[in-house]
């Protein structure tokens, strides 16, 4: 699995496919510009991540695999 950063301007995700997202938004508490990320996807090339309203999309990676305790991808 690509584990790096992938530029926007690359390429995008799947649309709707969960991906990290890295971005820059708005805080409602300073009306300040931050860095950081988290879980969004895109659609029609706009990202949506909850509870974020403006922001800009640098980069994304796809998710890892989820953990299982065991080896076997059953969890068995």
Known sequence: MDQR???VAE???EEGEDV???FECLSREDYDWHSTYGIGYQF???FHIDGIGK???FAW???PEP???SGDKNGK
Request: charged share 25%; no cysteine; net charge positive.
């Open 20 to 22: 990290l997202l890295w």
């Open 61 to 63: 990676q796809p998710l």
């Open 11 to 13: 390429r995008l995700p």
């Open 5 to 7: 950063w992938i530029p």
């Open 44 to 46: 029609e090339g706009h």
């Open 67 to 69: 953990y299982r305790e």
């Open 55 to 57: 922001k800009h999309v």
